[in-house]
């Protein structure tokens, strides 16, 4: 068994309206004034308040911005100077948090958004004054999902070793990949993505608190018929993302039966639920599947929130859900979570805490 607690978010320093969002990107592409009117209307419906960016592109003058200068889509390369002008800081704020006085024996990397060797990784050791022989592992360009890789990772590791204290960070600036195509997908992932952090720990030993989740089982199914819908892949200027409008009904038609597969595992179902953490990717797709689970807009209210006050953040959002049920009034750790996330693939990732244990 192992304990998930000391969950951290930390945002950057630029926090946008999504309204000022929806102004900015509207003048980026060569749109009509009708076409710009449609644009407003998905930003104002899309269910978010706020977004956040370590850019000071979006507030500033010509001259004094970072990355999107002269009306000129910037490089790969480009990109990747400001992903590790930014990551860091940001990731090892929430490190910080997290750690407070626990001695850590393995950490994992997790970030979708930007990769080199040395990576992220080395440089969390470095500037956390973490040992030299620690164990380390990466997750990358996984998508939304990534964390649950993390988590499933670590869990592996206190199940081995009953010592075992596991950080994991996570960091993701996907507004560093704003991209002026006017293809439906890419217009979407610019209304939906924004930048963020988030860490916690993973122990095999159970925390002197009750601000914890304990790690039950997880669970895991590929949708092939979705695998064209969402995707992620490298290109000259930039990351760019597939994101296609059928991805709230494939996710529809296909949630149920996985996550009735999830339960079963455990010998439990939908109705023994008492928190959902299900990743906000964006509204229509949380609307869609509270409508297929029959929950209400109160049961996903973690999502919903998150989702109305930082945006998508790839694979950080999860740790935000999972901290607004944490702090929720009344919460115990014998009270059933259950989590999913969706990437690229198209993956369904899913995470059982809290299960009740019965005795014979």
């Known amino acids: 068994m192992s304990y998930l607690f000391n969950i951290q978010t930390c945002l950057p320093a ?4 999504q309204i000022e969002l929806g102004h900015y990107m509207s003048e980026q592409y060569d749109f009509t004034e009708i076409e710009k009117a449609k644009l407003m209307l998905m930003y104002q419906r899309s269910g978010i308040d706020y977004r956040h960016s370590c850019l000071p ?27 590790f002008k930014h990551a860091l800081p940001l990731a090892s704020k929430a490190a910080q948090g997290s750690l407070q006085e626990e001695k850590i024996s393995h950490l994992i990397s997790v970030s979708c958004t930007g990769m ?41 590791y206190c199940q081995s070793d009953p010592n075992a204290c596991v950080l994991i960070v996570s960091v993701e600036l996907c507004t560093l990949h ?31 608190h009750n601000s914890y989740f304990t790690i039950d089982s997880f669970y895991s199914k590929i949708v092939t018929q979705g695998k064209s819908d969402m995707a992620w892949s490298i290109h000259e200027t930039g990351f760019l993302m597939t994101l296609s409008a059928y991805i709230p ?28 953490g299900i990743h906000p990717g964006g509204r ?30 790839s694979s950080s959002t999860i740790l935000f859900v999972l901290e607004n049920i944490l702090k929720r009034d009344g919460y115990l750790p014998n009270q059933a979570c259950f989590t999913a996330g969706f990437g690229p693939g ?8 809290n299960q009740p244990k019965y005795s014979a």
């Not at 630029?14 to 309206?17: D, E, R, V």
């Not at 195509?181 to 979407?188: G, H, L, M, S, V």
């Not at 949380?286 to 929130?305: F, H, I, M, N």
């Open 14 to 17: 630029y926090q946008l309206s």
């Open 57 to 83: 592109d979006f507030h500033l003058a010509e001259s004094q911005k970072e990355l999107f200068i002269n009306q000129e889509e910037p490089s790969v390369s480009k990109r990747m100077e400001s992903y």
């Open 116 to 156: 080199a060797a040395p990576g992220l990784d080395l440089m969390l050791v470095e500037t956390l004054n973490l040992p030299a022989n620690i164990h380390r592992s990466s997750v990358n360009f996984m998508g939304c999902y990534a964390y649950f890789h993390a988590l499933k990772i670590a869990d592996a």
């Open 178 to 208: 704003f991209n002026k195509a006017k293809d439906t997908d890419q217009i979407a992932a610019n209304l939906l993505f924004a930048d963020g952090a988030a860490a916690c720990l993973v122990s095999a030993k159970k925390p002197n």
């Open 249 to 276: 009904q494939i996710l529809q038609s296909a949630i149920k039966p996985i996550i009735e597969e999830a339960l079963l595992k455990n010998n439990t179902s939908i109705t023994s639920i008492q928190h959902w």
């Open 284 to 313: 229509k797709i949380l609307d869609y599947l509270s409508a297929e689970l029959g929950l209400s807009q109160t049961d996903l209210r973690a999502s919903y929130e998150v989702l109305k006050q930082v945006g998508n953040l």
């Open 346 to 353: 198209l993956t369904v990732e899913t995470m059982l805490l």
